[in-house]
């Protein structure tokens, strides 16, 4: 199968990574606007084709899919114009800015006859997928409450925050995760800031949702904790229903390694390596989403309308954040 990455910052890289290590996957083209960043990125895989312009890439007839990693306000036009090309399309999340861009997108995928995926990560997270069946197999009763961390040390915040902030950069994955639980979403959000540094977005957020079964949802997303912190995130997810309850702890300390400088968490979920190669749920979702293009079935995980309600939600939660006031939804 041959595949294309338009977008290669970090986690543009870390797509070719991934789709480095999926049998039968081969990364066909590659674009961003930056020459000597396409020129790094492509001699590090052997990719031949480079372009600066992903119209071009696009055109190529041998290109069968795309992973599109670009930032998140500048997701609407190359979407739309994959799929016009009948490109497949992986999107990462969130799926755009605006709820316009959003609206536009999931237009785009009902008029083609292309695949397309947003990638929540999370739901391709082990603990989080068992929690999901678990639910589903009526294990805990109706879900009450549900409260999520998802922090992080300022210097990875101090990497974004220009960009993006918290509760959608962050909060949009617990978003999804809470509606994916319930079967439900959010009718209402209060949401508050903190801004700590001189950066465009702040620091921190904290919301809480009101969803449309009744069940209330609280999430925190703090990007300053202390630059020693061990980890590069402190993600828990605690889900309280009638009958019983859930508890996912995803950071310090399932692995922990300590040398002369310190002491460290490296990752073991999403991205790690393991001999060599990359593993985790992003090598996972990518792998689920190449497969169904390969077997011709339509991705089932998420739906581009679940992709839209988590960033719909994420939207009134900022604005709750700014007017102070809480913001009805629908």
């Given at each position: ?11 543009g890289e ?20 930056t020459e ?291 913001v009805k939804?629908?």
């Amino acid at each position: 199968m041959k595949h294309g990455i338009i977008g290669l910052g970090w986690f543009g890289e870390k797509h070719a990574e991934a789709l480095s290590a999926i049998p039968n996957v081969d990364i066909h083209s590659i674009c961003t606007r930056t020459e000597s960043r396409l020129n790094e990125v492509g001699d590090r895989f052997g990719v031949e084709k480079r372009y600066t312009d992903y119209h071009e890439m696009l055109a190529d007839p041998e290109l069968e899919s795309v992973s599109i990693v670009t930032m998140w306000d500048q997701h609407r036009e190359p979407v739309i114009a994959a799929l016009e090309a009948g490109k497949h399309v992986f999107l990462e999340k969130p799926m755009a800015s605006t709820l316009e861009d959003c609206d536009a997108i999931v237009a785009a995928t009902k008029k083609s006859d292309a695949y397309f995926m947003t990638g929540h990560i999370c739901r391709f997270n082990p603990r989080y997928a068992a929690a999901k069946q678990a639910i589903a197999d009526g294990k805990i009763g109706k879900i009450v409450s549900m409260y999520a961390r998802r922090n992080l040390p300022s210097w990875v915040g101090a990497s974004v925050l220009d960009k993006i902030g918290p509760i959608i950069g962050d909060g949009v994955h617990d978003t999804d995760l809470m509606f994916w639980f319930s079967e439900s979403r959010a009718i209402s959000a209060y949401a508050q800031t903190v801004q700590v540094r001189e950066y465009a977005n702040p620091d921190l957020g904290q919301v809480m949702y009101r969803l449309e079964n009744g069940a209330s949802c609280i999430l925190e997303a703090v990007w300053c904790l202390p630059d020693t912190t061990p980890f590069q995130i402190d993600e828990r997810l605690e889900i309280i229903g009638t009958e019983g309850s859930i508890s996912i702890h995803d950071t310090h300390p399932n692995l922990m390694i300590v040398d002369k400088d310190g002491s460290t968490c490296p990752d073991t979920t999403y991205w790690p390596e393991i001999h060599g190669r990359l593993s985790g749920a992003l090598r996972d979702e990518l792998a689920y989403f190449t497969n169904c293009v390969e077997t011709k079935q339509t991705p089932a995980i998420i739906s581009p309308e679940e992709s839209r309600e988590a960033v719909r939600a994420c939207l009134a939660a900022e604005e709750s954040a700014r007017t102070g006031e809480a913001v009805k939804i629908g």
